[in-house]
């Protein structure tokens, strides 16, 4: 069995690459990184270091690598032949592996069973997004044979993977907590082998749990740590007035998650209060700035903090944590972020309900909009 993942970083190799290897696939990286390549062309192996309760050491080995900006022609050729296609690049990159996918398929032998493709991302349904930059590449009289050679499977993904040491290498430190739940209902017959991954006839509960719970705690952290003058994660969660905050928003999302997938609501608090654990592992040495870092995309309609707050106003709830978490977002200024530098660009040139419209993608009908207008004026001291 094969798989060629796009996105040869930390997560690649310690989360989605590592449960590829241990599944019993060769695992064919594919990024525009040249050092990293390189490197992992000159290296028989690599270690995965998980931290924390039940943790395991591992050795990946038997992979390849592959430049996908300069070995196009060798990553589709792999593509055509592969079992499976994951991607941990981002939700803004899947824009720029789709073409080789779409190529891909487009050489791959009718005989075949279908390709599973699923783009592993911090977003809702972001193997959707995939697919429709995939079509983009094929014209329409081709795509009903082309997707008909593809399994486009939705994903959930949670594992903390900071920032590494400088002298690590290909080394890879992680959390030992892990969660990957992929849709079974886009296989059929034919769901692939992947012992570590859970597979699930409704993701969204799963994919709406993890991304308003984990991905909404840790960038509420992140962004009153900030303020807070703090470093790292961990230090953020000494901080009482941080761990408030995100008590608070945790609530919120926590009310909704409840009442939308009636989940029990002792286990989601157990849940929430598991991943203010996870998140204070002094081990992992992860930083605010890391976690912070592109507070315009998670800032938008779909994600961690417009998402569940939208959801909320619609149902007549004013989401008052979720919003101090939006302006504490708001203030995350940091230099070497572009994301960041271009918000305080923003907050500086443009109106409060320009930003609403444009970051947070709300219609002026919406109820959250004048709410997240006037959060957006507090930040710019109007």
Not at 66 to 82: F, G, P, V, Y
Not at 146 to 168: E, H, K
């Amino acid at each position: 069995m094969k798989a060629i993942h796009f996105g040869a970083g930390n997560i690649g190799r310690g989360f989605v690459g590592l449960l590829l290897h241990e599944a019993g696939y060769e695992v064919v990286f594919a990024d525009v990184n040249s050092t990293l390549i390189d490197a992992l062309h000159a290296a028989p192996s690599y270690e995965v270091h998980e931290m924390g309760e039940g943790a395991r050491q591992h050795t990946v080995q038997g992979f390849r690598a592959i430049n996908s900006a300069t070995d196009t022609e060798a990553l589709i050729e792999e593509i055509a032949t592969a079992d499976v296609v994951t991607t941990a690049v981002g939700p803004n990159i899947l824009k720029f592996v789709a073409p080789v996918i779409a190529a891909g398929l487009a050489r791959r032998p009718a005989s075949l069973p279908r390709l599973a493709v699923m783009a592993c991302e911090n977003a809702i349904n972001a193997t959707d997004l995939l697919a429709e930059h995939v079509h983009s590449h094929v014209t329409g009289a081709d795509w009903p044979v082309l997707s008909a050679r593809a399994a486009f499977a939705n994903t959930a993904v949670d594992r903390i993977v900071p920032n590494q040491a400088a002298d690590a290498g290909l080394t890879v430190t992680v959390e030992a907590f892990y969660e990957w739940v992929i849709e079974r209902g886009a296989f059929g017959d034919e769901v692939p082998v992947i012992p570590g991954a859970t597979f699930v006839d409704n993701l969204e509960p799963y994919i709406e749990r993890k991304l308003f719970t984990v991905n909404t705690g840790h960038a509420t952290i992140a962004y009153f740590g900030s303020q807070a003058g703090v470093t790292t994660i961990a230090e953020a969660l000494d901080v009482a007035s941080v761990v408030a905050a995100a008590r608070s928003v945790l609530e919120e999302t926590s009310a909704l998650l409840v009442d939308k997938h009636g989940l029990d609501e002792a286990a989601q608090r157990a849940y929430r209060e598991k991943i203010l654990v996870r998140f204070s592992n002094p081990a992992l040495l992860d930083t605010v700035e890391r976690v912070g870092r592109q507070p315009l995309r998670k800032l938008s309609r779909n994600e961690r903090f417009i998402g569940p707050a939208a959801e909320l106003a619609e149902s007549g709830t004013t989401p008052v944590a979720l919003l101090a978490a939006v302006g504490a977002a708001l203030r995350f200024n940091i230099a070497a972020d572009e994301q960041s530098v271009e918000l305080q660009r923003m907050l500086r040139a443009e109106s409060a309900e320009h930003i609403a419209r444009q970051v947070c993608g709300l219609e002026e009908a919406h109820p959250l909009f004048p709410l997240v207008v006037l959060e957006v004026r507090h930040v710019q001291g109007l």
